[in-house]
């Protein structure tokens, strides 16, 4: 079955430490999507990529960091310079760039990402 | 800049009643508007879409307008079960830009 696959399910960060979340689709979706998602908040975009090799900062981008080497993978790393990390991540894709088009986004299941 | 907010964080109704969600904006004309629903720890799920010159679309029990005046969309679940308790985002999107959420209403349809 087609899909997004985000792991680990939970992470566990020390201070100072830098993570990194996968993030895979199988399908075949140009536009890649990340999400933090706070309680009380709506889902606030950290960077997204609609093409191989390219990504654009979100609205919430200092402190992390993505690559796009490959159509399906799109990790993210938390440096040690996002100061409060504590979230639920979640990684999209979509078939038309930006538009999100009548399909809607496919979401990841979350990876959960705790500082002790 | 750009405000959406979801008419209340938590709505509890009667199992076989209608639900109504709201999804008000502000400093923004969308020119789609998508609806999803998300289970705790789970990632949101595509719903419905409708785009601005749309002003009602259904599927199956689920009912979205979308009123670009009042700059309101509503969500009607019909005949609702408990199997429809949820958090449901509404996002909104236009030509080329990122779609953007709201922070959702948590659902409880009682038996």
């Known amino acids: 079955d087609g899909g997004i696959t985000q792991s680990p399910k939970y992470l566990f960060r020390k201070e100072g430490q830098n993570v990194t979340l996968s993030c895979e689709q199988n399908?075949?979706?140009?536009?890649m999507y990340w999400y933090r998602q706070d309680p009380g908040q709506g889902l606030r975009l950290i960077y997204y990529?609609?093409?191989?090799?390219d990504f654009q900062k979100g609205d919430i981008a200092e402190g992390y960091s993505v690559s796009r080497e490959k159509k399906e993978s799109f990790p993210l790393t938390v440096t040690s310079a996002q100061k409060n990390p504590t979230a639920f991540y979640l990684c999209a894709s979509s078939d038309k760039g930006a538009q999100g088009w009548g399909s809607g986004y496919t979401f990841g299941s979350g990876t959960r990402l705790t500082v002790v | 800049s750009q405000k959406i907010e979801q008419n209340s964080e938590a709505l509890n109704i009667q199992e076989g009643k209608t639900a109504t969600l709201t999804c008000n904006y502000t400093?923004?004309?969308?020119?789609?508007l998508q609806w999803y629903r998300q289970d705790p720890g789970r990632g949101p799920v595509f719903l419905l879409l409708?785009?601005?010159?749309?002003k009602e679309k259904r599927k199956e029990r689920l009912k979205v307008t979308f009123d670009t005046t009042l700059k309101q969309s509503l969500f009607h679940i019909t005949a609702s079960q408990p199997a429809d308790s949820a958090t449901y985002l509404c996002?909104?999107?236009?030509?080329?830009?990122?779609?953007?959420f709201g922070p959702g209403t948590r659902l409880s349809v009682l038996p």
């Open positions: 409708i785009r601005e010159n749309e």
């Open positions: 996002a909104l999107g236009d030509y080329g830009q990122n779609f953007v």
């Open positions: 990529s609609q093409i191989v090799n």
């Open positions: 399908l075949n979706h140009d536009a």
């Open positions: 400093n923004y004309s969308p020119a789609y």
